[in-house]
């Protein structure tokens, strides 16, 4: 807030009035170009904003700071892959810069893994068909999820399986906890902790961390600090690879790092919590 008689902050205030004032008449430009959208004497008035000049400074510093360039991911094509292979599914919406959607997945009574938490049905086959091209998975937050299923749905996503031959380094599955807990990871240790030599090693990594303290309580961890865990597999991914992060929130990332591209709706049945899928490059 600008202080009261600070003469210097009223003096920005009146620059911040006039910038939001110009922006104001960008969108009402854009507007414009809209016919069903256009008000006879519509009148553009300058919000009283509380920001002060060196806030929206430093906001627009930071989107500069943002590579201009196009995603290397064309969230089209990546639709479009998900859409012919779920046939008899709602097809995801894209454009070229964001995908959106709802997959309705059903209760999963005969699951295998009895982890509290564990994969809602076909959630691994759904994602793995939007990357037919991915060919080092990383599965972060493991859990029950074994190397047999897991090999099982990547390769669910090559549209010719009789072609592909899955590398036994093409694939890793990370949980703090072991066997003797109900996990099966190949690489047990913290995702914050992981390994120097993997670093722009993947190029589809799936996460699927506790959701709240509660949860964590439950599997015995500590409640994962998102944006931390968000730099550490941005590490491990190579630029212009993929995270698809599963959780009740969309995660904290740094623009400089992650540039969110889609955002799907994990619906399992009445009464249970409804998760969210949100679709990051590594940029
Ligand atoms: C939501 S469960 C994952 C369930 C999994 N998708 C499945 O199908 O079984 C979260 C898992 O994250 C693990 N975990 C929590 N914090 C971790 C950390 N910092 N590093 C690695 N694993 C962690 C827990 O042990 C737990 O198994």
Not at 3 to 11: A, C, I, L, N, T
Not at 54 to 70: F, Q, V
Not at 198 to 215: I, K, S
Request: net charge negative; proline share 8%; glycine share 6%.
């Amino acid at each position: 807030m600008i202080p009261p008689g600070d003469v210097e902050s009223f003096r920005q205030a009146d620059e911040v009035q006039a910038i939001l004032r110009e922006e104001l008449v960008d969108v009402a430009d854009d507007r414009a170009e809209l016919p069903h959208r256009r008000h006879a004497g519509e009148v553009v008035t300058a919000p009283t904003d509380p920001v002060t000049l060196a806030e929206h400074r430093e906001r627009k510093n930071a989107r500069a700071r943002i590579p201009a360039r196009p995603l290397t991911i064309d969230p089209t094509l990546r639709a479009h892959y998900y859409n012919r292979r779920f046939l008899d599914r709602p097809p995801l919406a894209s454009t070229r810069e964001w995908v959106v959607g709802a997959w309705a997945t059903g209760a999963y009574w005969k699951n295998s893994n009895p982890l509290h938490g564990a994969y809602p049905r076909t959630y691994l086959e759904r994602v793995h068909a939007m990357f037919p091209d991915a060919r080092h998975v990383l599965h972060a937050f493991s859990g029950g999820l074994g190397i047999a299923e897991a090999i099982a749905a990547y390769s669910s996503g090559i549209a010719d399986p009789g072609e592909m031959t899955v590398a036994p380094e093409s694939i890793e599955l990370i949980d703090l906890k072991g066997p003797d807990e109900g996990r099966h990871p190949t690489w047990q240790g913290d995702v914050l902790s992981m390994p120097a030599e993997w670093a722009g090693r993947f190029d589809l990594v799936l996460a699927d961390p506790p959701y709240t303290p509660e949860d964590a309580a439950r599997y015995g961890v500590p409640m994962p600090d998102r944006l931390a865990v968000t730099r550490a597999l941005r590490r491990v991914t190579m630029a212009g690879g993929v995270l698809a992060w599963l959780d009740t929130v969309w995660p904290m990332h740094r623009k400089e790092e992650w540039r969110c591209w889609g955002h799907v709706a994990v619906v399992r049945s009445t009464n249970h919590r409804v998760r969210l899928c949100s679709l990051f490059e590594a940029v």
